[in-house]
């Protein structure tokens, strides 16, 4: 069954992913619904409706999904049981199954280990003897991290050395963990597939990302490796989103060996931050590409019309009273566009809008949008 413009789309989460589908959304007469806590979150901003309440409200959820066609999302740490009550009364796309297995790393290597797609080395950590005997066995440096929550390099603490085992146990909590092996990677990647319902799936550019302490800093499209490699990452991207019954969005975080070898990171069953150039880059965005696939229409191509450079505008670039100061100046550079996310509060690491810059080559689109981000914070300093 396909759900046609005119229909309602609840969003489960109300930040600048929903914010970004809803404008695609509104863009084909879709009405999109959305639950969120926040009173003046970006996605609701340019809803047409807004249920403010927790996200773990299931009173709150079900009033999402009696007023909805079908649900979707953009956060996955969703709480699983309050999704699949929400099941009961709407179809949820991806569903429950697909977020028990994202929101928890153990869960996480191991579906992708049984598809038979490589990982990082891991060991499941639930005490300090655990702990212990998983550094003993995969050696330093390792990554300790938290199983459950942490993104954008919170909830980890690389270990050099063994002595460092009781201290990071500590700092993280405890409880569940992970530790995974180190891998020697030339760079990072992503690969964002779409699947619909009837088992049509598709495949966006393999993207390489850059980051600064733990969060995205620039999306390059493409990727530069060989095309061997892109083939290899759009396989297993599209081996996972089928493998796991994913209805909707998978970002597929890579790291890519010096070989080229790749080792599959981090899933995110949702639309991407390395996925935001596609607006401008693609046939079809990662945003209209959720819309398709959850309310059952055929999906883009996804094609990438010309290579692109995405940047991060974070809260330390736009707190400074420098920030947005060249904002004409910005905008005045060819093939560049800004979008920003209606969000009030500049903190440091927070996600306040991106910069998208075209080019004739991955390289130049880079350039470009160094030189524009600079310019538009105020930071230039070859201007």
Request: overall charge negative; glycine content about 10%; charged content about 25%.
């Amino acid at each position: 069954m396909a759900f046609l413009p005119g229909s309602t789309i609840g969003v489960i989460g109300g930040g600048q992913l929903g914010r970004m589908l809803a404008l695609e959304a509104r863009r084909m007469d879709y009405r999109v619904l959305v639950l969120d806590p926040g009173e003046d979150a970006p996605a609701a901003q340019v809803a047409d409706g807004h249920v403010r309440a927790p996200l773990d409200d299931v009173d709150a959820a079900r009033e999402l999904a009696r007023r909805s066609d079908v649900i979707t999302l953009e956060w996955e740490n969703a709480d699983a049981a309050m999704v699949r009550a929400v099941e009961e009364i709407a179809p949820v796309r991806p569903g429950a199954h697909v977020l028990e297995i994202a929101q928890h790393r153990v869960r996480e290597k191991d579906a992708v280990s049984r598809l038979g797609i490589p990982t990082a080395p891991y060991r499941a950590v639930d005490s300090l003897g655990d702990l212990e005997r998983a550094l003993a066995e995969l050696g330093t440096p390792a990554v300790l991290k938290t199983a459950r929550g942490g993104y954008d390099g919170k909830g980890q603490r690389v270990l050099r050395d063994a002595s460092e085992a009781a201290e990071a146990f500590q700092e993280l909590g405890g409880g569940e963990l992970i530790l995974e092996g180190f891998v020697d990677f030339r760079l990072e990647a992503s690969v964002v597939c779409a699947r619909g319902p009837d088992g049509e799936v598709a495949a966006f550019p393999v993207v390489e990302n850059i980051h600064e302490r733990g969060i995205l800093d620039f999306t390059i499209a493409p990727a530069r490796v060989t095309e061997a490699v892109a083939r290899r990452a759009r396989e297993i991207g599209e081996a996972l989103v089928e493998g796991l019954d994913v209805v909707g969005l998978l970002a597929v975080e890579l790291f890519v060996g010096h070989d080229g070898a790749l080792f599959v990171n981090e899933l995110a069953p949702r639309p991407h931050n390395s996925g935001h150039y596609t607006w401008e880059a693609c046939s079809v965005s990662q945003f209209e590409q959720q819309l398709r696939a959850v309310c059952g229409l055929p999906l883009g191509r996804a094609e990438l019309l010309r290579p692109a450079c995405m940047a991060n505008l974070l809260g330390e670039h736009l707190s400074t009273p420098s920030g947005l100061s060249g904002l004409i100046e910005t905008l005045a550079l060819p093939l560049v566009s800004l979008h920003l996310y209606g969000k009030r509060e500049a903190r440091r690491g927070r996600k306040m809008g991106h910069l998208t810059a075209l080019a004739d080559t991955p390289d130049e689109a880079f350039r470009r949008a160094e030189r524009a981000r600079d310019l538009l914070c105020g930071t230039d300093s070859r201007a």
